[in-house]
């Protein structure tokens, strides 16, 4: 039997990382983003292994095209929920009402109601959320961010123990700090509007930023190797555990 597993945000960085990993380690693999040329080329480094859906998982529609993608055959093994926007940034005194829904339906309401979606062919899988520091201290410039995150810590604590009785193991991980295209996205930002990018672009230099091949490394290991009771107990931090 297939194991079949989900990634968004699978065109580039960590979640492009995360599905070759697993495609490595013998999964089908559904990539999932909004632009399909990352997308293509994704399937071109690992034919056979990753087929890709370009959809926004912002949107009800685009979920359901996640959802249609995923084969009769086999196990649902694995959904990673790696989508996530930075935007908009600045003072939450200027954010916008259509910018704050934005933010909240790609880095909230995805993960959730992709997983409830999914949920029936689940059972016996296992759900990683791709969490961050900021969800748990305030970084002025980021507020729609910050709150995002903590709304998506608190599904996944919830979802947790909700999901438990279904054979379902969610987990969530804190990256670190990856050398992404959102790194390259906090590094253009203007200090009127994020008071700390700085020491962002002094992390770059250093070179003190992760490399997405050994986080997503570390991510697979949890999914594939760790116990479930392990797995759900406390969110994963890469810093403290990286071998």
Known sequence: MTDHAIVTGAGTG????MALKLSAAGCHVIGVGR???????????APGAVTTVSADVGLPEGRQAVADAVPADGQLRYLIHNAGVLEPVGPLSDVSLKDWHYSQAINVEAPLFLTQLLLPRLIGGRVLHISSGAAHRSIPG???????????HMLYMVLRDELAEHGVAVGSLRPGVVDTPMQALIREQPEDRFPAVERFRELKSSGALHDPDAVAGFAVHLLTEVDAERFVEEEWEYDQHRR
């Not at 632009?35 to 480094?45: A, I, N, T």
């Not at 980021?142 to 998506?152: E, F, I, P, R, V």
Request: charged share 30%; glycine share 8%; with cysteine.
């Open 14 to 17: 960590l979640g492009r990382a």
């Open 35 to 45: 632009r399909v040329e990352p997308l293509e080329s994704l399937e071109d480094e």
């Open 142 to 152: 980021w507020g729609a961010y910050c709150t995002s995150k903590a709304a998506l």
